[in-house]
């Protein structure tokens, strides 16, 4: 899609139009999904987030909340939702532990956040490469807009994608 079509389509989003609406859980519901998924490592419980996320933008009309891209929101509110998702079943199973200690589940000592670990690893990245990472993949912006938005040419906003996406293989890859 065009720059005008992604303005023509949040227009319309924010209006609550039903056909832009489903417009954008077609394009995003995928995404989400993976996203919801390493941050919960469970299908089922990543597939009902997502579900209830589109949910409650349609039911509670938080469409309106949008404000630059629909994109940007969506990943977001998603990982909100996760993160609050994560807090609550802690908080569940700090009660079970405290009611019945024999009942609590017992994480493994070696168990190691994937999300935590991620993020870690972005962090590692040089800031061209990690402002070219948020940009494409995260942003879903197109290589010449952000090449523009960087000031560099389309190659170097590939060249930086290319060593960015080594370097977190390689860092995700060499965890022990």
Excluded at 79 to 86: A, P, S, T, V
Excluded at 126 to 152: D, H, S
């Amino acid at each position: 899609m065009d720059k005008y079509q992604d303005t023509a389509l949040l227009q319309a989003f924010i209006k609550g139009e039903k056909p832009a609406f489903e417009a954008v859980f077609k394009r995003y519901y995928k995404q989400l999904r993976v996203e919801a998924f390493l941050l919960l490592r469970n299908q089922k419980d990543a597939e009902d987030l997502v579900q209830e996320l589109f949910l409650d933008i349609w039911n509670r009309q938080l469409y309106r909340n949008v404000q630059h891209t629909i994109g940007a929101y969506l990943h977001m509110a998603i990982r909100n939702k996760c993160l609050n998702f994560i807090e609550k079943e802690k908080r569940a199973q700090k009660k079970v532990q405290a009611y019945n200690p024999s009942l609590a589940i017992q994480p493994e000592e070696h168990d190691i956040s994937l999300p935590h670990i991620f993020q870690s690893a972005l962090n590692k990245l040089p800031a061209q490469r990690l402002k070219a990472i948020t940009l494409v993949y995260m942003e879903e912006k197109k290589y010449e807009e952000a090449a523009t938005e960087m000031g560099i040419s389309i190659n170097s906003i590939k060249s930086h994608l290319k060593l960015a996406i080594k370097s977190l293989k390689s860092h995700l890859y060499n965890i022990k």
